[in-house]
């Protein structure tokens, strides 16, 4: 296609008389001609290429002499067109963040390289727009969890036009631990890896921890699987010390299961006697978890954990409710609070367990090989 001068691109047109007066010093008559130039953009129809790099040139020129109102009315009103010139889009989506955050947030016209090159470069609101957007890439996702504050990751993470690679995934869900704020963004994304979203069990609310159930329940078998091969890979096996006296309870453990003696009431006997190692590495081996997991639900007194192993391991509601009472026994409304568990342990299916259970049971897998 044979170039056409500007001049004849837009011949019989408005256009060249208002880019003559871009030359005009005077910032009212600019800021006159930079509307009036807005209203014939808007008001044709149809444009030339050399019109809209025209528009774009001098457009983006006069809006960088601009007041903020200006430039920010300059936004609005362009983020939405998709034929937006592609020159004042970059300039405003580098501008302040009250100027640029609409342009980030909606504009169409900015490509992956445009935005690569805010996320990179500016701060957190400019970072919270993009991570806004219908649609945010991998490689913008990484920036943003890498350079982004709590609040910026929490805006990403609620968003599920997100794509999160499972390396920004996993650095999301280290970050999510240890601030509340992220725990529902976190555990209710929909495309959190499901080995990533069972590893926020033991650090959320009792609502999340049910959600959590609940999608573990609800998962296909293939994904599951795919999910447990996934966790395995990532699993730290430096849990901390075991305790001074954990050789001499195991050997004991081992010598009840060799004799066929170590049975469901034999570990609420170690319970009650304050024999703690030997009730834990009991448990562990009867839910088939590792050691540090059972020592984390009874140290801790997570008593709907504790009901996924036992629901797992099939034990019965009395007992299981022993062994409330008891892990409860400086907590004066104990027999109150185990009679709610009691109701939480009936509703727990066996099969919502298990799914759960298998997660945690990667620990001992790694640390068996």
């Given at each position: 296609?044979?170039?056409?001068?500007?001049?004849?691109?837009?011949?019989?047109?408005?256009?060249?008389?208002?880019?003559?007066?871009?030359?005009?010093?005077?910032?009212?008559?600019?800021?006159?001609?930079?509307?009036?130039?807005?209203?014939?953009?808007?008001?044709?129809?149809?444009?030339?290429?050399?019109?809209?790099?025209?528009?774009?040139?001098?457009?983006s020129d006069l809006a960088a002499d601009m007041e903020v109102a200006v430039r920010r009315e300059l936004s609005a009103r362009f983020a939405v067109r998709s034929d937006a010139p592609r020159a004042l889009i970059r300039r405003l989506a580098n501008d302040e963040a009250d100027i640029a955050g609409e342009v980030l947030r909606v504009s169409t016209v900015l490509t992956e390289?445009?935005?690569?090159?805010?996320?990179?470069?500016?701060?957190?609101?400019?970072?919270?727009?993009?991570?806004?957007?219908?649609?945010?890439?991998?490689?913008?996702?990484?920036?943003?969890?890498?350079?982004?504050?709590?609040?910026?990751?929490?805006?990403?993470?609620?968003?599920?036009?997100?794509?999160?690679?499972?390396?920004?995934?996993?650095?999301?869900?280290?970050?999510?631990?240890?601030?509340?704020?992220?725990?529902?963004?976190?555990?209710?994304?929909?495309?959190?890896?499901?080995?990533?979203?069972?590893e926020m069990y033991f650090v959320v609310e009792a609502r999340l921890r049910q959600h959590i159930l609940e999608q573990n329940a609800a998962m296909d078998p293939v994904l599951l699987e795919n999910a447990l091969a996934a966790g395995r890979t990532r699993i730290a096996t430096d849990d901390g010390a075991l305790p001074a006296d954990y050789a001499a309870a195991h050997d004991?453990?081992?010598?009840?299961?060799?004799?066929?003696?170590?049975?469901?009431?034999?570990?609420?006997?170690?319970?009650?006697?304050?024999?703690?190692?030997?009730?834990?590495?009991?448990?562990?081996?009867?839910?088939?978890?590792?050691?540090?997991?059972?020592?984390?639900?009874?140290?801790?007194?997570?008593?709907?954990?504790?009901?996924?192993?036992?629901?797992?391991?099939?034990?019965?509601?009395?007992?299981?409710?022993?062994?409330?009472?008891?892990?409860?026994?400086?907590?004066?409304?104990?027999?109150?609070?185990?009679?709610?568990?009691?109701?939480?342990?009936?509703?727990?299916?066996?099969?919502?367990?298990?799914?759960?259970?298998?997660?945690?049971?990667?620990?001992?897998?790694?640390?068996?090989?």
């Amino acid at each position: 296609m044979t170039d056409v001068a500007p001049e004849a691109a837009v011949a019989g047109s408005r256009l060249p008389a208002l880019i003559a007066l871009a030359q005009e010093p005077s910032s009212e008559s600019r800021r006159a001609l930079l509307r009036e130039l807005t209203d014939h953009f808007f008001g044709s129809t149809t444009r030339t290429t050399n019109e809209d790099a025209l528009y774009g040139s001098v457009l983006s020129d006069l809006a960088a002499d601009m007041e903020v109102a200006v430039r920010r009315e300059l936004s609005a009103r362009f983020a939405v067109r998709s034929d937006a010139p592609r020159a004042l889009i970059r300039r405003l989506a580098n501008d302040e963040a009250d100027i640029a955050g609409e342009v980030l947030r909606v504009s169409t016209v900015l490509t992956e390289e445009d935005l690569l090159g805010v996320v990179r470069a500016k701060g957190q609101d400019h970072l919270r727009a993009v991570s806004g957007r219908a649609d945010v890439s991998e490689a913008l996702s990484d920036v943003i969890v890498q350079r982004g504050d709590d609040v910026t990751l929490g805006t990403l993470l609620r968003n599920d036009g997100a794509r999160l690679s499972r390396s920004a995934s996993e650095a999301a869900v280290e970050r999510a631990k240890a601030n509340p704020d992220l725990h529902a963004a976190t555990v209710e994304r929909s495309s959190l890896p499901p080995d990533l979203l069972n590893e926020m069990y033991f650090v959320v609310e009792a609502r999340l921890r049910q959600h959590i159930l609940e999608q573990n329940a609800a998962m296909d078998p293939v994904l599951l699987e795919n999910a447990l091969a996934a966790g395995r890979t990532r699993i730290a096996t430096d849990d901390g010390a075991l305790p001074a006296d954990y050789a001499a309870a195991h050997d004991y453990v081992d010598e009840l299961r060799a004799a066929g003696q170590l049975s469901p009431t034999m570990l609420a006997r170690f319970l009650r006697s304050g024999s703690r190692t030997s009730f834990l590495i009991a448990l562990a081996q009867l839910a088939d978890v590792d050691f540090h997991t059972a020592r984390q639900i009874v140290e801790r007194g997570e008593i709907d954990a504790l009901a996924v192993i036992c629901k797992a391991a099939d034990l019965d509601r009395a007992l299981f409710l022993t062994f409330t009472v008891v892990i409860l026994n400086k907590d004066a409304d104990a027999m109150g609070k185990a009679h709610g568990y009691g109701r939480l342990y009936a509703d727990l299916t066996r099969d919502q367990a298990l799914r759960t259970v298998r997660f945690w049971r990667m620990r001992r897998g790694v640390q068996a090989a």
